[in-house]
């Protein structure tokens, strides 16, 4: 049973950068077919797309985060991981990472993370 | 940027009753169209993709249809376990947008 699990700081300040790591088991992230994404929820808000990832480094991205949002790919861990610079308090949110088939929809989730930007 | 729209943003309807979800692409997004189920203090399940194709093991109850621009996530029969926010989601041109949410809550 494939299972992803995000890591990293639940707190960080205004300006600086935050830093997520998802952890997949279950499952080689190598595997053909699949790209892997990142998808954050404000509280009480809807989901937004913040980027997806390939095994071999190929990355989208939102073009409303695009300047400030980094994907990369670890295969060697089994993991990936998202940077996301200059936070402000707009960027707290609940941050999941997903499979994403094909690179069309997202049927594997982690259980979210919240990350609070604040000094 | 492809937006979408769901409606109505809020349904109350009692367990057994017939669920009726909308979302209204701003532009054709041919059949890439998933619809994803969230619970409070959970992460969304996926019950949809492609338009009309039931995940794994997703109930016969829910049901998909659309294309172009026009979608539909059906509910046939409500079950109390149904009660939550359902999210539509597309795919085009390698970006991602999603729908901001209907709720169905018990009547």
Redesign the interface.
């Known amino acids: 049973q494939l299972q992803l699990q995000e890591s990293g700081p639940g707190l960080v300040k205004p300006s600086e950068t935050l830093s997520l790591t998802c952890t997949v088991s279950g499952g080689s992230i190598s595997s053909s077919s699949y790209y892997w994404g990142w998808i954050r929820q404000p509280p009480g808000k809807g989901l937004e797309w913040i980027g997806s990832i390939y095994y071999s480094g190929s990355t989208y991205y939102n073009p409303s985060l695009k300047s400030r949002v980094t994907i990369s790919v670890d295969t060697s861990k089994n993991q990936f991981s998202l940077k996301l610079s200059s936070v402000t308090a707009a960027d707290t949110a609940v941050y999941y990472c997903a499979r994403v088939p094909q690179l069309r929809h997202f049927d594997y989730w982690g259980q979210g993370t919240l990350v609070t930007v604040s000094s | 940027?492809i937006v979408l729209t769901q409606s109505p943003a809020t349904l109350s309807l009692s367990p057994g009753e017939r669920a009726t979800l909308s979302c209204r692409a701003s532009q054709s997004v041919s059949s890439?169209l998933?619809w994803?189920q969230q619970k409070p203090g959970q992460?969304?399940?996926?019950l949809i993709?492609?338009a009309s194709n039931r995940?794994t093991g997703i109930p016969a109850r829910f049901s998909g249809s659309g294309s172009g621009t026009d979608f539909t996530l059906t509910i046939s029969s409500l079950e109390p376990e149904d009660f939550a926010v359902y999210?539509c989601?597309q795919?085009s041109n390698?970006?991602?947008?999603?729908?901001?949410?209907t709720k169905v809550e018990i009547k």
């Open positions: 940027e890439y998933a994803y992460a969304p399940r996926l993709y492609d995940a999210y989601q795919r390698w970006l991602f947008s999603f729908g901001g949410g």
